[in-house]
């Protein structure tokens, strides 16, 4: 069975425990991982086992943040020029 | 993570339907140069899975495109793309944390553009979506992880969104963000495990040059 289930969102938050907020909790077969922002905890028949992210997973992590901010200007600008052009559109049939 | 990729290729289609609205008028505005050539260059994060990567992969791809434009809005465009290996420290779980580095990978996929160039202004935005094939290529050295005996060819999906700053009248910058999938055999050794092969997420960030003909 698979089950990925968002249970936070945010990098770099503190949830009020002080600890990192979760962003993520999957669930395949008997495995468990609850995926942290800067750490993994994995639970497999009762064995629990956390681990730090590697250079390589922070490096990935970026990336994507990267990319959504991108996606969020490319979609910005799209809109507000759609939206201009729908105004002035309005605007000319008057 | 999943999620989310559904929420950002919802979007996509939303802003693909956008331009489809203004498509018709903007063909009057249609220049005529069509063809267009890039080269990029950036980062591609393969995610880590629970049937082939037990860690991310951070390489460096390596791509030219060659793209056609129907109309101002709406074109297609071919991509072939070399993702160069970078060495980096994994953790391979009971393993530890090694230095290792995928095998080659070969991307080429083909993809139909929305674009929405923003008037009276260098900037022309697109979104994405195609599908096309990604090669691994075998390599049994030591340092590599996952070690393939022999290539393993994948069907692959991708969606994304970019954007041109034109420079004049043919050269332009050119800045594309891309998610792509790759979905492996369940039966070749190397990129699945017990029958089982989960596809393989990529996220990619380019910059380039394109040069309109």
Redesign the interface.
């Known amino acids: 069975m698979n089950n990925?289930q968002?249970v936070g969102s945010g990098v770099g938050q503190t949830g009020s425990n002080g600890l990192p907020q979760t962003?993520?909790r999957r669930l395949?077969g008997q495995?468990e991982t609850i995926?942290m922002n800067s750490a993994v905890i994995e639970r497999t028949a009762g064995r629990i086992e956390a681990?730090e992210?590697?250079?390589?997973?922070v490096?990935?992590r970026t990336?994507?943040l990267?990319?959504r901010v991108?996606?969020s200007a490319?979609?910005f600008?799209?809109?507000s020029?759609?939206s201009?052009?729908a105004v002035a559109?309005i605007g000319g049939q008057r | 993570?999943?999620?989310?990729r559904i929420n950002?290729l919802a979007?996509g289609a939303a802003?693909l339907l956008?331009?489809g609205?203004?498509s018709s008028?903007a063909r009057a505005e249609d220049d005529g140069s069509r063809v267009q050539v890039s080269v990029l260059g950036g980062?591609q994060?393969l995610?880590?899975n629970?049937t082939a990567l037990p860690?991310?992969?951070?390489n460096i791809p390596a791509g030219a495109t060659l793209s056609y434009d129907f109309s101002r809005n709406w074109g297609v465009e071919g991509e072939f793309a070399w993702l160069i290996p970078v060495k980096?420290?994994?953790?391979l779980g009971v393993a530890g944390?090694q230095d290792r580095k995928t095998p080659n990978i070969l991307s080429y996929q083909g993809s139909v553009i929305g674009r929405?160039p923003?008037?009276g202004t260098a900037?022309s935005?697109y979104?994405a979506a195609g599908l096309g094939a990604v090669t691994f290529l075998s390599n049994s050295d030591v340092d590599r992880f996952p070690q393939l005996k022999d290539s393993q060819t994948a069907f692959a999906v991708n969606f994304?969104?970019?954007?041109n700053y034109g420079l004049g009248s043919h050269w332009a910058l050119r800045?594309d963000?891309r998610?792509l999938a790759a979905f492996p055999s369940k039966t070749e050794a190397g990129l699945s495990t017990g029958s089982k092969a989960d596809a393989i997420w990529m996220?990619r960030?380019t910059l380039g040059l394109a040069y309109r003909f």
């Open positions: 990925t968002a962003r993520e395949v495995k995926d681990r992210l590697s250079s390589a997973g490096l990935a990336i994507v990267i990319g991108f996606y490319i979609f600008m799209a809109a020029n759609f201009r052009q559109s | 993570m999943q999620v989310l950002w979007v802003a956008g331009a609205v203004t008028a980062v994060n995610n880590k629970d860690d991310n992969f951070v980096q420290s994994v953790d944390s929405l923003l008037s900037w935005p979104v994304g969104a970019g954007t800045a963000y998610e996220e960030g």
